[in-house]
């Protein structure tokens, strides 16, 4: 490698630690949630390490976020062995609970919610996709479960929009990642129709990359389904994160200031999301994964149709995660829904 490459990857490197500072200083949780330590675990592939300990931000046995139930921690196992009601969510940062304390987390706000009648546990993980989110269901699906809630993110349209010519910053070691490679190309090395986007950035064919992407959340989601339909009684609720620009939110100073330091570190991931050339596909995106739910069983919220969330107050860390008054707007949608469960259950009986 030539001194000038070695000098711009130092350069990048230093930028990228100012702007974590940067972050830092506005919302202090998130440093220990960016120095959350991984490992990569048979099966389910990259999962934070077991029992990590944090001033914000712990893990059980299992490297699952900690549930803090009235200031107690409630650990996996116990979450199962619980008697009552349980509830299940799966999703990537925004419900493992991004620059949120434990007893903050969506899972955590629940269970509280719920007076302890009702507990909640959180199987997500950071840059989590629905092929992780199978394997770990299959591996701690608990033997009772009443409600699962699963969140369907923006990562699987990024990741074949940006193979076979970036996977930053979902590595090849995510096993959604390899999927994409093989499906855009890269490893068979078939040639890929690129595109080029009014804003520069090179991207593989949005037609095929999104459809390439419904393909596998859709094969997935239809195991899930399966799955509890097989195994349990759950309903399932499918959901569709938000994002303040998807919401045309007045943004608040703080998420302003936040979002525009945010983007210097993750530009390629929120301008492919916000660029007005693929809203068309987006807005398919999310109407094919509606469909999907309805044709599996399962109920349907797009997050990004929810008025609470519109809220000119400060609701968002930056373009994609909520702070604590954000989740709970989230936690009364899910609550409500799992009431609504509740009355046609004993309404049927």
């Known amino acids: 490698m030539a001194p000038s490459d070695d000098k711009a990857k130092e ?3 230093k930028e990228l630690a100012r702007i974590s500072q940067e972050i830092w200083r ?9 120095e959350l330590p991984y490992a990569l675990r048979p099966y389910v592939m990259r999962m934070p390490i077991a029992n990590h300990q944090s001033p914000s931000l712990n893990t ?11 200031d107690e ?21 925004v419900i493992y609970g991004y620059g949120l304390a434990d007893n903050e987390t969506l899972h955590a706000q629940l269970s509280q919610r719920n007076n302890g009648d009702t507990l909640w546990y ?25 409600y699962v809630t699963l969140f369907i993110t923006t990562s699987a349209p990024i990741i074949y929009l940006l193979s076979p010519f970036d996977t930053h910053p979902f590595p090849i070691l995510f096993g959604q990642s390899t999927d994409a490679m093989f499906n855009a190309g890269a490893v068979t090395r078939r040639q890929s129709k690129r595109f080029k986007l009014a804003s520069g950035i090179e991207v593989h064919d ?11 959340v859709r094969r997935n989601i239809r195991l899930i389904a399966s799955a509890l339909q097989t195994l349990t009684s759950a309903r399932l609720l499918i959901c569709f994160r938000a994002s303040p620009q998807w919401l045309e939110k007045p943004l608040a100073p703080q998420e302003r200031e936040v979002m525009d330091i945010f983007i210097a570190k993750h530009r390629t991931h929120i301008g492919l999301t916000l660029d007005p050339e693929l809203k068309p596909y987006w807005n398919e995106y999310v109407a094919q994964i509606k469909n999907l739910a309805g044709e599996c069983g399962a109920d349907f919220i797009d997050f990004n149709k929810t008025p609470a969330l519109k ?30 469960i509740d009355t046609q259950s004993e309404t049927s009986s």
């Open 11 to 13: 350069d990048k490197k």
């Open 26 to 34: 506005i919302i202090p949780n998130v440093k220990d949630f960016d």
């Open 60 to 70: 059980d046995a299992h490297g699952f976020r900690r549930l803090v139930v009235n």
């Open 73 to 93: 921690a409630v650990s996996y196992d116990q979450f199962c062995e619980a008697p009552g009601k349980k509830g299940m969510l799966l999703g990537d940062s």
């Open 122 to 146: 959180s199987l997500s993980a950071p840059v989590m996709n629905t092929l992780q989110i199978r394997l770990l269901l299959e591996l701690f699906l608990p033997p009772k479960i009443d």
């Open 206 to 216: 949005p037609l095929m990359a999104f459809q390439l992407a419904f393909d596998d």
């Open 311 to 340: 809220s000119p107050d400060w609701l968002f860390f930056d373009h994609f995660h909520q702070n604590a008054t954000g989740i709970s707007h989230v936690a009364q949608h899910i609550r409500d829904w799992a009431d609504r």
